[in-house]
């Protein structure tokens, strides 16, 4: 088709360049006399530095440059921001641990950064990093969160005593304990959300070249936005961010990691800079395992009050959060803000209260991972939720049904101070059930026992809040050529952006899609964005595009009211042209474009190029119910999950099949957390599951075909309707198939399992409730 608008499945218009192999990478990315560098990176969890010595290294062949921590410090480059403020329940402020892009005084993570190598060649850079010699001296080192809180514990930084960060605290204590008080019941429940390493297909890349006119910078670096890297990196170096340019071509998967600021970014950029020559660094995955920020790892209690119905009264959580060794950019909000957003569910629970611990380890730093915070809290309530079905005698289904939140309360304010401004769950349960086909398990269950199987069916009712800047820009330059450029401000990792934006662009100003070209990735380009994260791209990006295409139209009918010699209010525009409302005269948008730009020169109008920026709320609150069957052998503990049905909500929707393979993609991811993925560390803090031979990845064959449909119950808080889709998938999956695995093991006394739940962990389960 060559027009196609809001609601049309239409393919990706990127896949052709993809799967051809013209996509365009960061480490595609080759210039003249390039250097090469290589991080010497500890392999102690936490040591001493005693000394680098690097005199013999820099004599090798080829090696032009070793950069220590201590010459960035002399030369005033300064240390990597955490950007989330954080109080703590006396109202003191969270500890500001420093971070330094080369470690100076202590090794604190495997794989923390030493020393930096710049050479003629990537070999030659290899060789001087063995070479380079670091006097350690190990410490003991603490890897559990839990046990770094107690006494005695390994201290990581003097600025955070008991290497705690934080003591935070969310909801009425009193109000909840009040309930508490008052119970008929109190249901507690005890879970591990495991850290999990991200393993986008690329890896990290940092490529800075430097232009003396100007004295700026360049870093061609695969990002979900470049601005706050520009931002943090000009504040780190010194230097006006005018003086930094960031430009994200391609990018191969993010899921949350890519967002931050890395001390690569750091080291590239100044070693240019210094050499005045380009220098390139390229993870390897050994390295991505190692230090590309990891995510979740957070223990929690929770406990909920209920009355003799099994009505919700109060909700009280306490969670454990492993931050790593360093606060990396945005690690404070995860375990605070964010978890708390979403804890109560989708639930009608009159109070709350969460208290955090946020603790520093011996381990790679933690950020957001897809979800960032509400697979944490979803996880969780939809785990206590179960409970209470469990003990109380009450279907899961059931307890869901008395304490859902109610179309009719809409909007409705949460205990955490969310507003819901939408949504129909029992709607959304009820056809889940039936898609499923929730009342013939029995059959099912039955057909399985023969077969020496056991079968359970798990449910999980998600709510995300998505996030992000409270502004967002587009702007539109129709070209010489016809062709008509769109510049976004937020940034593809491979979601299809480009179809999505090109489909509302189409959709608003009658334009063919193959004149659409979107612009993303360059902070020279586009002087301001929000990024790609919290599921926030269609919504911002789509509100601005709209805004952008009012100021077009409105530009457009005062250039044809200019050509027509009328008046602006007599013309009117469809389907891409503007007409003289009531005859033929009329005149195609890229036309009139062309001829503005004629009119212009003579001070007549303005042109049609148009950039637009608007305020918005970025929050929107999809929402859906998953229902899985699952069977386990055991005999063995091998989990084979047979049925998925899933109900969402995402509003209005843009492009179904995108919203379909979103869901598709968190799915799977939510099924390796469930199953097989674990970051492991041992207690000398080494990363025991740091290799693609130790670390579980979810593949086809683990997961079933996932039986789809929506309900679209459009938000108000945009002018699209729609809510986002990207994590929705990731929130969703692991409590559906922990809770079926579960069900599927209650007969044989299994009460919980954490994740992962591999055939190991569930054969030890069902043995220890068989005694």
């Given amino acids: 088709m060559t027009k196609f608008g809001i609601a049309q499945a239409v393919r990706r218009v990127e896949d052709v360049r993809f799967i051809t192999g013209h996509g365009n990478y960061s480490d595609d990315h080759q210039f003249p006399d390039q250097l090469y560098s290589v991080v010497v990176r500890s392999p102690h969890a936490h040591a001493t530095i005693l000394s680098v010595d690097v005199e013999d290294a820099k004599q090798m062949p080829g090696v032009v440059d070793i950069i220590t921590g201590q010459e960035l410090v002399d030369a005033g480059v300064s240390g990597l921001p955490s950007l989330w403020p954080v109080k703590n329940k006396d ?104 850290r999990v390493v991200a393993n986008s297909m690329e890896a990290r890349v940092a490529i800075a070249t430097y232009e003396a006119e100007g004295d700026r910078v360049t870093v061609y670096t695969p990002t979900q936005g470049g601005w706050g890297i520009k931002r943090q990196l000009a504040g780190c170096l010194g230097i006006e961010a005018d003086q930094v340019r960031v430009v994200t071509p391609d990018v191969g998967g993010g899921f949350g990691m890519k967002l931050f600021f890395y001390p690569e970014h750091i080291l590239s950029a100044y070693a240019a800079r210094k050499l005045k020559r380009p220098v390139r660094w390229t993870s390897e995955r050994q390295e991505a395992f190692l230090t590309d920020t990891q995510g979740r790892d957070h223990w929690s209690y929770a406990e909920m009050a209920i009355d003799g119905n099994a009505k919700f009264l109060g909700l009280r959580v306490h969670t454990t959060a492993n931050l790593g060794g360093y606060l990396s950019t945005m690690s404070c909000l995860i375990p605070t803000a964010a978890h708390a957003k979403v804890l109560p569910g989708v639930y009608d629970v009159p109070t709350m209260y969460l208290d955090v611990h946020g603790v520093l380890t011996n381990t790679t730093p933690v950020d957001a991972y897809r979800g960032a915070g509400r697979p944490e809290a979803i996880y969780l309530i939809e785990r206590l939720v179960n409970r209470i079905a469990a003990e109380t005698g009450i279907g899961p289904e059931e307890v869901r049904r008395r304490n859902f939140v109610q179309p009719e309360q809409m909007p409705y304010t949460t205990a955490t101070g969310e507003k819901y401004d939408s949504g129909d769950f029992p709607r959304i349960m009820e056809r889940a059930l039936k898609e499923a086909d929730w009342d013939g398990f029995a059959a099912r269950r039955a057909e399985s026992e023969a077969r020496g199987w056991k079968r359970g069916r798990g449910i999980a009712y998600y709510v995300e809040a998505t996030a992000g800047m409270p502004e967002e820009s587009a702007a539109i330059r129709f070209e010489d050529d016809g062709m008509v450029s769109i510049f976004v401000g937020t940034q593809s990792n491979g979601q299809g952006h480009e179809t999505a934006f090109t489909q509302i662009v189409s959709d608003r100003l009658g334009l063919d899609a193959e004149r659409i070209r979107i612009v993303m990735g360059d902070t020279d380009a586009i002087p301001t964005g929000g990024g790609t994260g919290g599921s926030r791209s269609l919504v911002s990006t789509g509100t601005a595009i709209n805004k952008m295409s009012d100021t077009v139209i409105d530009k457009g009918k005062a250039a044809a009211a200019e050509l027509f010699e009328t008046n602006a209010l007599d013309i009117e525009f469809g389907e891409g042209s503007f007409r003289v409302v009531g005859t033929d005269r009329a005149i195609d948008i890229v036309d009139l474009a062309e001829k ?176």
């Avoid at 309930?179 to 249901?187: H, L, Q, R, S, T």
């Avoid at 119910?625 to 055991?634: G, K, L, N, S």
């Avoid at 560390?681 to 990845?697: C, I, K, P, R």
């Fill in 91 to 194: 109202g003191s402020g969270r500890a500001e641990p420093p971070h330094l892009a080369l470690a100076v005084d202590k090794a604190r993570h495997v794989g923390d950064g030493i020393a930096f190598v710049v050479a003629e060649s990537m070999a030659a850079a290899r060789d001087a990093a063995d070479a380079v010699m670091v006097d350690y001296d190990p410490l003991p080192a603490v890897s559990d969160a839990r046990a770094a809180k107690e006494p005695g514990a390994p201290q990581l930084h003097e600025s955070a005593p008991g290497n705690l960060c934080f003591d935070f605290e969310h909801g009425n204590k009193a109000e909840t304990e009040a309930a508490f008080a008052k119970a008929d019941k109190v249901v507690r429940v005890e879970v591990i959300n495991q």
């Fill in 596 to 771: 503005a730009k004629e009119m212009a020169l003579a001070g007549q109008i303005e042109t049609l190029d148009t950039r637009e920026t608007t305020a918005l709320n970025p929050i929107t609150y999809p929402n859906g119910c998953h229902v899985a069957e699952i069977e386990v052998d055991p005999a063995t503990g091998r989990v084979n999950i047979d049925r998925w049905s899933v109900v969402d909500d995402f509003g209005r929707v843009v492009n179904p099949l995108f919203v379909e393979s979103q869901v598709h993609g968190g799915i799977v991811q939510g099924v390796g957390q469930a199953l097989l993925e674990h970051a492991v560390y041992d207690e000398d803090g080494q990363l025991v599951a740091g290799s693609f031979m130790d670390y579980g990845m979810p593949r086809a064959d683990d997961v079933p075909y996932f039986t789809f449909n929506r309900e679209e119950i459009p938000c108000q808080s945009n002018m699209l309707g729609t809510k986002g889709c990207g994590e929705a998938g990731c929130v969703a999956g692991p409590p559906v198939v922990i809770n079926g695995i579960i069900d599927a093991l209650s007969d044989l006394g299994v009460t919980t399992i954490d994740m992962p739940a591999t055939p190991q962990a569930i054969w030890r389960a069902i043995n220890a409730a068989q005694g």
